[in-house]
C-alpha cells in the first residue's frame, strides 16, 4: 500500500510539475504583453508631442549645477549601497575588509542596474569576490537574501512616507482616494516598526520556523542605509528635472512606485517600465522634452557612468598587475562580464548613433574637410559594426579567444569611424575605453573555440530583435517631420541625415535577420557513444595523475567522456530525459576546467537539452557562475584526514571497541590487488547477488558502480572474513598522487556480525593512511548540512524538510550518523543547473540516471 501511494504522489508530482513548466511560460507571455500593452499605453501620444532636436536641445541647456548635484547623488548612493553589503556580511558573522566590500558591492550593482538580473548577475560577483575572501557560498548567498529584504523594506518606508506625506497630490495618479492611500502607507510602516521592534527579542517564531532576526542597532542601521540609497537615488533624476516641477516628498512617492515597477518587470534596468511610471506621474507637470531629457541623463549619470567606472577598476587592475592577491585575481576574472556588458552599451550606443541626425555643427565641419563617401561608408560601417558587436558580447560571456579579437578589432573600427561618421567625441571616448580595456583583460579570454560555433538562445534573439525594433522606432521618431518617398534612399548629400540612417537601418535589419537564421538553422549534433576501451584507457592514465579518488568512477563505462582539446582533461556525463549531467567536476589540469565546463553547456544547448553538473565541490563553483547555472546545495561530503589518524583517544573510543570486537570473533581483514581480484570474483558476486536480493533493489548506475566484471576488475578490492570466507567487501578508488582514497560499491553477507562495516572502515583507513594517503573520503549525505536561517533560500528549507521527515523514501539521518562515527570533516556538494523550476525536473533525471531509469525510481 505504500509503494502505491508512492508511487501515485510521485507521478502526480511530475505531472504537476510539467504542468507548472508549460503554464509558466503562458504566465511569462501574459504577462509579458500585459506590460507591453501598460508601457504603449503610457507612451501613446507622448512621442507625438516631443521633437528628437527638442530633446537633444534640452540635454544641452541642462545647467552644470544640476548635473553636479545629480552626480554627487549618484556617488551618495552608490556609497550607502556599500553599507548594504558591510551590514549583510555582519548579520551572517562573516569579516571581511571594508575595501573589498566597496569594491564588490560598486561592481555588482554597476552591472546589475544595467543588464538586469540583478540576484545573478550581482550574486555571481559577490560569490567571486567574497568567496576569494575566505566566505562561504552558504553564507554569501544569506548575505544576499538579507540585502533583497533590506531592499524591500527601504523603498516600503520612502513608499509609505511619500504616501502619507501628499495622498492628495498622488491619488489623481494611482485612482485611489487619498484615505485609502494614507491607509495604505501607515500599515507599511506599522509593519516596519513591528518587525524592527522584533529586532530586540532576537529572534522570532512563525510556526515551526525560527527566524534569526539581526540586532536592533543593525536592523536600524541597515533600514536608515535603504532609505538614504532610495532617497538618493530619486533625487539624481529629481535634480535633473526643471526647478519647481514637483516638490522632492511627493516626488519620491512617484519614484518608489516607478522603481518597484521596473523591479517586478524583470526588464534590464527596468528600462521602459520605470519610465512609463514616471510618464504617468509627471506627464502633466513638466514639458515632454524637458522629461524625456532628464530620463536619458538619468540613465546616462546612475548607469552608464558606474558601468564605466567599473570598466576603470579593472583596467586598473590589469594594467597595474595587481593580480598577486586571490581578491584581487577575482576582480581581474570578472573581465568577461564586465566587457560583455560594456560592449553591449557600445553596441546599443552605434545603433543608435546610426539612426538619429548629427549636429549641424558636425555637418557643416565634416563638409568642410572629410570626403563625403567616407562619412558615408563610416556611418553605415559603424551600425554593421554595432549588429555584429551585439552577438560578440555574448561570446565574451562564454571566454572566447575568438571573441576578444573580433571585440577588438571591431572597436578599433568603429573608433576610427567614430570622428568621420559625426565628430561623435562621447562616442570615441567610449569606444577608447573599451579598446583598452580588451587590450588589456586578453588573457581571460582563454577559450580557444569558434565564434560561430556560439549557440544563442531563444531569449537573447528576442532581444536582440527588441532592440532592433526599438531601434527602427527611434529612427521614425528622429525624422518624423520627413517626408518619406522613393527617392530619398538615392540621395547622398552631407545634409541628407534621413537617408543615410535609413540605409543603415536597413543594413542592420539585414544583418541582424542572417544571423538568426543562421543560429535557427544550425544543424543538431550528431549522436554520441558510449566510451569504447580506448577512451577508458586514455581516461583512466588522467584519473590515476589526479588527486580526487571519485573521478574513477567515470570508468565505469555507463557514461559518456568528454575530452579537452590536449587530451589532457575530461569530464563524464550521463544523458537522461533533457538532461546531460556531469558527475562532479572535470578531471585533469584545472587550467582546462573552463573550457570542458562551456563545452558540455555548448552541446546540450545544440541538441535542445540542459546542461547540470552533480556533486560539484566549492572550491570550482565560479566556473558555473560563469556559465549562467545557478547552484543549489546538495548535502555534504565526509572525509577522515589521514596525516594523523589513529583509533587512539577518546574521541575513536567507540571505532577502537568495535574493531578489537570483530578481530575476537575471528573476522580478518584483507586489500587484495587489481592482479589477484579476478580469482576472487566468484565469491564477490555470490555475496553481492546475496545483497541485492536481501534489499529487493536492482544495481544502481551513474554516481555509484555496479558489480559488473569489466568494473570491478580495474579497482582493488577490501574484504572482510569470518572463518575464511568473505561476509563483506568494498572495491577501492585511489589515485597515483597519494591525495585521496574512498570506497565505491560495498556488499555484505546477509549473516554479517554487527559492527563488520565498522571493522572495515577503520582497517582500510589505517591501510591507507601507512600508504601516505592525506585523506580517506566516506561519501555524500545527502540533504545534510542545509542552512537552518530565516533567510535561507527555499531549496534549504525543503532540503531540511525532507532530511528531518523523509525516513521513508531514504535512510538520510541514518547515512550521516553512520559517517558521524569517525568523526570526519565535511565538505558541501552542489548541483549546478539553470534556475527556476529546472532543478527539480534535472533531479528526477539523476534519479533516473542512478536508478537505471524512471520506474527504477519508483520501484527501488
Request: aromatic share 10%; net charge positive; proline share 4%.
Amino acid at each position: 500500500m505504500r509503494l502505491t501511494l508512492r508511487r501515485f504522489s510521485q507521478v502526480w508530482t511530475s505531472r504537476l510539475l510539467q504542468y507548472g513548466a508549460r503554464w509558466k511560460t503562458v504566465a511569462l507571455l501574459a504577462g509579458a504583453i500585459v506590460l507591453v500593452g501598460l508601457v504603449s499605453e503610457a507612451f501613446h501620444g507622448f512621442w507625438t508631442q516631443i521633437h528628437y532636436a527638442a530633446v537633444v536641445e534640452a540635454m544641452r541647456a541642462t545647467p552644470w549645477q544640476q548635473l553636479a548635484l545629480a552626480l554627487g547623488a549618484t556617488a551618495v548612493s552608490f556609497a550607502s549601497l556599500t553599507g548594504y553589503d558591510a551590514s549583510s556580511l555582519r548579520y551572517v558573522g562573516a569579516k571581511v575588509r571594508y575595501p573589498i566590500v566597496a569594491k564588490a558591492s560598486f561592481i555588482a550593482y554597476a552591472l546589475a542596474n544595467t543588464i538586469g538580473l540583478g540576484v545573478f548577475t550581482g550574486g555571481a560577483v559577490r560569490m567571486r569576490l567574497y568567496g576569494a575572501a575566505g566566505v562561504e557560498p552558504g553564507t554569501i548567498t544569506k548575505a544576499i537574501a538579507f540585502n533583497a529584504l533590506a531592499f524591500g523594506l527601504g523603498i516600503s518606508v520612502v513608499g509609505a512616507v511619500g504616501l502619507m506625506v501628499d495622498a492628495q497630490a498622488l491619488a489623481p495618479v494611482l485612482r485611489l482616494p487619498p484615505g485609502i492611500l494614507m491607509v495604505i502607507g501607515g500599515a507599511a510602516l506599522l509593519v516596519t516598526l513591528w518587525l524592527l521592534l522584533m529586532c530586540h527579542k532576537g529572534q522570532a517564531r512563525i510556526g515551526r520556523w525560527t527566524i534569526q532576526l539581526p540586532t536592533p542597532a543593525l536592523a536600524w542601521g541597515q533600514l536608515a542605509l535603504s532609505a538614504l540609497d532610495i532617497v538618493a537615488t530619486g533625487a539624481v533624476l529629481w535634480f535633473l528635472l526643471p526647478a519647481g516641477t514637483i516638490d522632492f516628498i511627493t516626488f519620491i512617492g512617484f519614484f518608489a512606485a516607478a522603481m518597484v515597477a521596473g523591479v517586478i518587470s524583470h526588464v534590464p534596468g527596468g528600462l521602459g517600465v520605470f519610465e512609463a511610471v514616471m510618464l504617468v506621474a509627471l506627464g502633466g507637470r513638466i514639458s515632454p522634452e524637458a522629461l524625456a531629457s532628464a530620463l536619458v541623463l538619468y540613465r546616462i549619470i546612475y548607469y552608464l557612468l558606474p558601468l564605466l567606472l567599473a570598466l576603470l577598476v579593472l583596467v586598473s587592475h590589469e594594467v597595474g598587475n595587481a593580480t598577486t592577491t586571490p581578491v584581487a585575481r577575482a576582480v581581474a576574472s570578472l573581465a568577461p562580464r564586465l566587457l560583455a556588458a560594456f560592449t553591449l552599451v557600445v553596441a546599443v550606443m552605434l545603433l543608435v548613433s546610426g539612426v538619429t541626425p548629427s549636429t549641424v555643427e558636425a555637418i557643416q565641419l565634416l563638409s568642410l574637410s572629410v570626403p563625403l563617401p567616407l562619412v558615408e561608408a563610416s556611418h553605415f560601417l559603424s551600425s554593421i559594426i554595432g549588429v555584429v558587436l551585439l552577438f560578440v558580447a555574448r561570446a565574451l560571456l562564454r571566454r572566447l579567444d575568438a571573441a576578444w579579437w573580433a571585440a577588438l578589432v571591431m572597436t578599433i573600427v568603429a573608433l576610427l569611424l567614430a570622428l568621420p561618421k559625426g565628430v561623435a567625441l562621447t562616442e570615441f571616448l567610449l569606444l577608447a575605453t573599451l579598446t583598452l580595456a580588451l587590450a588589456v583583460s586578453h588573457k581571460q579570454f582563454n577559450r580557444r573555440a569558434s565564434l560561430l560555433a556560439v549557440p544563442f538562445s531563444g531569449g537573447w534573439l528576442l532581444a536582440m530583435a527588441a532592440i532592433c525594433v526599438a531601434v527602427t522606432g527611434l529612427l521614425f521618431f528622429s525624422y518624423q517631420d520627413v517626408e518619406y518617398r522613393q527617392q530619398l534612399w538615392w540621395r547622398f548629400e552631407f545634409d541628407a541625415e534621413a537617408p543615410r540612417s535609413l540605409r543603415a537601418m536597413v543594413a542592420i535589419a539585414i544583418l541582424m535577420l542572417a544571423i538568426a537564421i543562421r543560429q535557427l538553422l544550425r544543424g543538431h549534433p550528431s549522436a554520441l557513444a558510449l566510451p569504447g576501451p580506448a577512451e577508458l584507457s586514455r581516461a583512466a592514465e588522467i584519473v590515476r595523475a589526479s588527486d580526487s579518488a571519485d573521478a574513477g568512477l567515470a570508468l565505469t563505462g555507463d557514461k559518456h567522456l568528454l575530452f579537452s582539446d590536449s587530451g589532457k582533461a575530461f569530464l563524464s556525463f550521463g544523458r537522461k530525459g533533457r538532461s546531460w549531467v556531469a558527475l562532479g567536476d572535470p578531471v585533469g589540469p584545472r587550467e582546462e576546467w573552463n573550457e570542458l565546463v562551456w563545452r558540455l553547456v555548448e552541446q546540450a544547448r545544440d541538441a535542445g537539452a540542459r546542461a547540470c553538473f552533480y556533486q560539484v565541490r566549492p572550491e570550482s563553483l565560479t566556473l558555473y557562475l560563469d556559465a549562467g547555472l545557478r547552484l543549489f546545495k546538495l548535502g555534504e561530503y565526509a572525509y577522515v584526514p589521514l596525516a594523523d589518524f589513529s583509533l587512539q583517544g577518546k574521541r575513536r573510543q567507540n571505532l577502537r571497541t568495535a574493531v578489537n570486537r570483530a578481530e575476537r570473533e575471528g573476522m580478518s581483514f584483507e586489500v587484495i590487488e587489481i592482479e589477484r581480484v579476478p580469482a576472487l570474483l566468484p565469491e564477490l558476486r555470490a555475496v553481492s547477488d546475496a545483497w541485492l536480493a536481501k534489499h529487493k533493489t536492482a544495481e544502481k548506475r551513474f554516481s555509484v558502480g555496479a558489480f559488473v566484471d569489466a568494473y570491478i576488475l580495474r579497482n582493488p578490492v577490501a574484504v572482510v572474513r569470518k572463518d575464511e570466507k568473505v561476509i563483506a567487501f568494498a572495491s577501492l578508488l585511489s589515485t597515483g598522487t597519494a591525495q585521496e582514497a574512498s570506497v565505491d560499491l560495498m556488499r555484505h553477507a546477509e549473516d554479517m556480525p554487527n559492527g563488520t562495516m565498522d571493522f572495515l572502515f577503520a582497517r582500510l583507513m589505517q591501510h591507507f593512511a601507512a600508504l601516505g594517503y592525506q585523506r580517506f573520503g566516506l561519501g555524500m549525505a545527502p540533504l545534510s548540512g542545509m542552512a537552518g536561517h530565516a533567510l535561507a533560500p527555499k531549496w534549504h528549507r525543503l532540503g531540511r524538510m525532507l532530511f528531518s521527515h523523509g525516513e521513508n523514501f531514504y535512510n538520510f539521518r541514518g547515512l550521516r550518523s553512520f559517517k558521524e562515527k569517525f568523526d570526519p570533516r565535511w565538505e558541501a556538494r552542489y548541483l549546478a543547473s539553470p534556475g527556476g523550476i529546472t532543478p527539480l525536473f534535472t533531479l528526477a533525471d539523476i534519479a533516473a540516471l542512478i536508478s537505471g531509469g524512471y520506474k527504477g525510481v519508483i520501484s527501488k
